[in-house]
């Protein structure tokens, strides 16, 4: 069963910084692409980012394209998320996803337990 463990969230004051981080157990996701989403109560789990298995490709939602950076390190199985310049509307759960996908969260096989982000104005 393949696992994957959020970690980095928690509170910050607006225009702040975190980095998010996503530990993986199987070797197989060296192989496999990954991607953050992020939820809110009520909410569609959205799309945030994306990196592709080599980490040559990435995808960026509109609404962080420029603030929040993906990578990878597949050595140590694991996938970041700088985000900088974090607005309140930042606020959420945010998850990590591995597998293979496009930016809808059906599209992804495996899931980390959530990480909450909360931005304070």
């Known amino acids: 069963q393949a696992q994957l463990v959020e970690s980095g969230g928690g509170l910050v004051q607006a225009g702040g910084s975190l980095r998010l981080s996503c530990a993986a157990s199987?070797?197989?996701?060296?192989?496999?692409?990954m991607a953050w989403f992020r939820q809110t109560p009520g909410k569609v789990r959205d799309f945030v980012s994306s990196i592709s298995d080599s980490g040559d490709t990435t995808d960026y939602a509109d609404s962080v394209k420029g603030r929040f950076t993906i990578s990878r390190d597949n050595a140590k199985k694991t996938v970041y998320l700088q985000m900088n310049s974090l607005k309140p509307e930042d606020t959420s759960v945010y998850y990590c996803?591995?597998?293979?996908?496009?930016?809808?969260?059906?599209?992804?096989?495996?899931w980390g337990q959530g990480t909450q982000v909360t931005v304070s104005s």
């Open positions: 996803a591995a597998g293979s996908g496009d930016r809808m969260w059906y599209t992804w096989h495996y």
């Open positions: 199987e070797r197989t996701f060296s192989s496999a692409a």
